[in-house]
């Protein structure tokens, strides 16, 4: 989780299988981002702002972590300020 100025806060829910993305970009809105079936989310213990994406399959890992950075896309904003 990167950020430059609002801290992003992400909570993992459900035993691994979901991910609560809250005050991205200040919004109030809560980004609710379930994960696919066999894989499991968990935040890093080393570093302060890393969660990992484990699974068995790449493919649905690798489709669990394009919904979380999916959900954070920065639309009608320009990004450069």
Do not use: W
């Not at 991205?24 to 213990?45: A, C, D, Y």
């Amino acid at each position: 989780l990167v950020y430059a100025h609002f801290p992003i806060n992400a909570t993992i829910t459900n035993g691994g299988k979901t991910v609560e993305i809250r005050n991205f970009l200040g919004e109030k809105r809560v980004r609710t981002i379930n994960m696919l079936e066999g894989v499991k989310v968990e935040k890093s213990t080393g570093t302060k702002d890393e969660i990992i994406i484990t699974g068995t399959d790449i493919d649905c890992t690798s489709r669990s972590a394009a919904l979380v950075r999916q959900s954070c896309l920065v639309k009608d904003k320009d990004i450069r300020k």
